[in-house]
């Protein structure tokens, strides 16, 4: 006999004699049992926020300056914390406690909107979450190279000009993030985004403290109330260098492409709605309180001429500890790494599994019993294959175009609206069946518009920025 369980096939039971732990076992979905909770769902956030762009703050806050730069990162503390809300309250269709679970962004698009919408959403979800892969390898091997260049300058005495090849660092990211990879799903990931949220704010207090340092040193605090000077840069690139700001800030604060699937690992009771309201709430705010004081701290020590990564341009001495801090910044990146590209990795499987679902190399799993008295790993052929195709594929990409950062800026700049903004705003409207015209639904459009505005005017810095870098394009130049 096949039954259906919740849309899930049952084989040969019925729902009478089931056995009576079964909801100990498996959720109201049929799936297993999840069990994250606000802390673990707290660690995924902030591993995907608290990225190493926080050490690129103090450069957005010297373009715009003492007043503008603390502004618009609060600013969009605020926007991200609010659009999160509404983007969480749309897990469930219907009611917040047994409606249909969403288990995917794109799966919240489809049942609030639908239409030509989910294809849009897809699409600029996935190559955002492409993009990130790329940016991840790059930004690790950035910092791998930072500690071997210190090591360099501390035993030359500052004498050798310390240039070093990339490649090697990027093709070693690679091959760890191949074996990361393995790991099925999203729920299995909880570990290593812990380890890795922990390394987030190691480095990130080590540049804390090398910066209160610097301004010690300095016995004043650097910088102005606008930022850099026209003189110092011609008044075109202070413009541009503003709106690029502004992409840097919004694409440090975005983790909406893979907030419902974090939301989905979640236990429940209770509600998930509600865990996620304080985990949303938790992660907001120790971010922006780690954005505030590093971009604020490194801009007081460096003033105008603040680096675009406060610990491989910044900082040298004492050279031990920026090796620490870097070092810390490349475990990050290993989890951070994972936490987007799941999302990813999971679409790809489940549409392979719908559109051959006889397919032996996509469906079935072969038990491999690692340790004694553990369950044994499920080794799915498929996901071997084409996860670590992927990750290949972002790998030769990072070496192909070593300032693809500049792009990735630009894609986080035109992410920033449609998936932070757009789509949780409408998607809540739909499902709160706010009347449109109303009081809130104006405010909501409203805010939607101005993030818009905002939004293009840091994809255009971020342009400008990528025909600046095409200017001196070498493939596969990966000396820094």
Same mark, same amino acid.
């Given at each position: ?19 009576? &732990?079964?909801?100990?076992?498996f ?13 673990? @769902? ?6 995907a926020?608290?990225g ?14 003492w ?25 469930r ?19 609030n909107?639908?239409?030509?919408? =989910? ?12 993009g ?22 501390h ?9 070093? &090849?990339? &490649? ?7 091959v @760890? ?17 812990? =380890? ?7 480095y ?8 209160v340092?610097?301004?010690?040193e ?10 850099i ?6 008044p ?33 009771? /209770? ?12 992660s907001?705010?120790v971010?922006?309180?780690f ?65 051959? /679902?006889?397919s ?12 004694p008295?553990?369950?044994?790993? &499920? ?24 300032f693809?950062?500049d ?13 932070t =903004? ?36 840091? @994809? ?21």
């Amino acid at each position: 006999m096949v039954g259906t369980v919740n849309g899930t096939q049952s084989f040969g039971v019925s729902m009478d004699v089931l056995p009576k &732990n079964r909801s100990d076992l498996f959720d109201d979905d049929g799936r297993p049992k999840r069990t994250g909770t606000v802390w673990t @769902a707290s660690a995924h956030i902030i591993t995907a926020v608290i990225g190493s762009g926080v050490l690129s703050l103090a450069w957005a806050v010297a373009q715009l300056g003492w007043v503008a730069g603390p502004a618009v990162m609060f600013l969009f503390s605020l926007v991200t914390y609010y659009t999160s809300i509404l983007l969480c309250s749309c897990y469930r269709s219907g009611d917040s406690v047994s409606g249909k679970r969403n288990y995917t962004y794109m799966d919240a698009v489809q049942a609030n909107l639908g239409g030509v919408k =989910v294809k849009l959403c897809g699409l600029v979800q996935y190559l955002n979450l492409f993009g990130t892969a790329i940016g991840y390898t790059i930004a690790s091997a950035v910092s791998m190279i930072a500690i071997q260049r210190s090591n360099c300058h501390h035993k030359s005495h500052g004498k050798d000009p310390c240039h070093i &090849n990339g &490649n090697p660092y990027m093709i070693a990211f690679g091959v @760890a993030q191949i074996v990361f990879s393995q790991i099925p799903d999203f729920d299995r990931l909880w570990w290593l985004s812990i =380890v890795a949220a922990v390394m987030s704010f190691m480095y990130s207090s080590i540049g804390l403290a090398l910066g209160v340092s610097k301004v010690a040193e300095n016995k004043e605090i650097k910088g102005s109330l606008t930022g850099i000077g026209v003189g110092t840069v011609t008044p075109s690139q202070k413009v541009w260098r503003s709106f690029q700001a502004l992409g840097n800030i919004a694409f440090a604060y975005s983790y909406s492409m893979i907030l419902i699937e974090i939301q989905d690992t979640l236990k429940s009771p /209770p509600v998930e709605e509600k865990t996620m309201r304080k985990a949303t709430l938790i992660s907001v705010a120790v971010t922006t309180l780690f954005y505030m004081l590093c971009g604020c701290i490194g801009y007081a020590a460096f003033g105008d001429t603040s680096p675009g990564n406060l610990l491989s341009g910044g900082f040298f001495n004492p050279y031990w500890l920026i090796d620490i801090a870097n070092l810390t910044i490349v475990i990050h990146l290993v989890g951070a790494y994972q936490v987007y590209c799941q999302p990813l990795f999971a679409f790809v499987e489940n549409q392979a599994s719908k559109r051959f /679902p006889d397919s032996k190399l996509i469906t079935k799993e072969i038990k491999i019993r690692l340790f004694p008295g553990r369950e044994p790993y &499920n080794l799915n052929l498929f996901r071997l294959v084409w996860r670590t195709l992927f990750v290949i594929l972002t790998t030769l990409i990072s070496m192909l175009m070593p300032f693809f950062n500049d792009v990735l800026g630009f894609l986080g700049a035109i992410g920033f609206w449609p998936l932070t =903004v757009y789509f949780p705003v409408e998607m809540y409207i739909e499902h709160k069946r706010i009347q449109r015209w109303s009081t809130r639904w104006v405010c909501l459009q409203v805010l939607s518009f101005a993030c818009l505005v905002v939004t293009l005017a840091s @994809a255009a810095g971020s342009v400008v920025g990528i025909v600046t870098d095409l200017k001196t394009y070498k493939p596969f130049k990966t000396d820094f």
